[in-house]
């Protein structure tokens, strides 16, 4: 059987079906926007991560150090009177020193993938026009774990390189700036003055455009050559399963190598700032909207406590505590709450099943269709569901406590 508390708070509500429904109205369409636009902006986070994480490589190890090391009179004579300054170190060649033992190293530890790549800028000529590059020696077999470039490969492939020593895989926009086509020679200049003859055997695009007309790729030992350092790489290129734990492999890595090794959340800590703030804006708008349609609560229980004054007196006089008389509007704003707050789940769901079917045709890319990102986890239900529970029940808490104080002898006494 139904508390004698619940069944008075029912019979009000009932009472009031317009004001009612206008409060239902208002926490069904803030709990509705607020999963949609959270189901929105968290998507649309994700999916830019998601992007960020599948174009760039997760671990990143360099051929420095996070800190520049000592001379060696410093670490000889930490307390010296007299300090040596200005010192220039010895020339020396660039890259990872013993770079296969290291590389074995990072492939013995678990769920990750590697690459040896040795990158440098060469100056490239055709037909009487120079432009600087940056070109990458790359194993084709293990470069293609790591990155996606594989997939924006458009004409040839990468494999052709291990068929042609002397092949160059450049992109798109290169091919457009120079006039270029599938099988034609480029000369390929570095700054200790090597000069090669390079064959186009592949052509990506990717989409950046300064990326295509800058990047190319060929053997890493064609690239060791050119740049003219032999048995040298200067990165690995580490790919992880789990993507977030690479701020702690690359910790670890760099304890154990040395080298300076940069997790794509480090590289990207000002990009992840901002999401937060943007998150933090989106919620308080959201969360906001809550807050109004709890007004409506407020107003509804406000003027029944006004309304149901001497009822009030009554009960207390029967023998309800003021406690009792709190827990009979509380009881009514929970009510409310609870059902505007599933109607807005339900409604929320409908929201979203209509931003799922809104596509969008991308500039410049005529065939290509993209759909609005959304994410459809169960916690952000819930967490819509906590904020509209909590702003029913202060909204109707603050009314519920001035009607436990009325005092009924007043109320009765002015009433004779």
Not at 121 to 141: D, E, K, N, Y
Not at 272 to 282: E, K, T, Y
Request: glycine share 8%.
């Amino acid at each position: 059987m139904m508390p004698l508390a619940l069944r008075i708070a029912v019979t009000h509500i009932l009472a009031r079906k317009r004001q009612t429904l206008v409060s239902l109205s208002g926490i069904v369409l803030g709990t509705a926007f607020f999963i949609a636009v959270s189901a929105l902006m968290r998507g649309s986070e994700q999916d830019f991560i998601r992007r960020l994480i599948d174009n760039s490589a997760h671990i990143t190890v360099s051929d420095d150090f996070r800190s520049a090391g000592l001379q060696p009179a410093a670490e000889r004579w930490p307390e010296a009177v007299v300090a040596i300054r200005g010192v220039k170190p010895q020339r020396e060649v660039r890259g990872i020193r013993n770079y296969r033992e290291k590389l074995r190293y990072v492939e013995s530890l678990p769920d990750l993938r590697v690459a040896p790549v040795l990158t440098g800028s060469v100056v490239l000529t055709f037909a009487g026009r120079v432009q600087g590059m940056t070109l990458s020696g790359v194993i084709p077999a293990t470069i293609a774990d790591v990155t996606t470039i594989e997939e924006k490969i458009v004409a040839g492939s990468l494999d052709a390189l291990a068929a042609n020593p002397n092949g160059i895989v450049v992109g798109q926009g290169l091919i457009g700036k120079f006039r270029l086509a599938m099988g034609r020679n480029l000369a390929v200049a570095t700054s200790e003055g090597a000069v090669r003859t390079l064959k186009i055997v592949g052509i990506f695009r990717t989409g950046n455009a300064a990326y295509d007309e800058t990047q190319g790729y060929v053997l890493l030992k064609r690239a060791q050559t050119l740049l003219d350092r032999p048995n040298r790489v200067n990165r690995f290129i580490i790919q992880l399963d789990d993507p977030y734990r690479a701020r702690e492999v690359a910790r670890q890595i760099e304890q154990r190598i040395g080298y300076k090794s940069v997790s794509w959340i480090e590289a990207s800590e000002d990009i992840m700032s901002l999401l937060l703030v943007r998150n933090i804006i989106m919620y308080t708008v959201v969360i906001a909207i809550l807050l109004v349609a709890a007004f409506g609560i407020y107003n509804t229980i406000s003027t029944i406590v006004m309304e149901k004054t001497r009822d009030i007196a009554i009960l207390k006089s029967m023998g309800f505590h003021a406690r009792d008389i709190r827990n009979i509007f509380v009881a009514e704003g929970v009510i409310v709450g609870l059902c505007g707050s599933l109607g807005g789940a339900l409604a929320g769901l409908g929201l979203m099943h209509v931003l799922g079917r809104i596509s969008i045709r991308v500039p410049d890319m005529p065939g290509d269709l993209t759909h609005l990102p959304l994410d459809r986890s169960l916690d952000q239900f819930m967490l819509a569901f906590a904020f509209a529970m909590i702003a029913t029940i202060v909204a109707s808490f603050l009314p519920a406590r001035k009607g436990a104080r009325v005092h009924p002898v007043t109320i009765l006494r002015g009433a004779t």
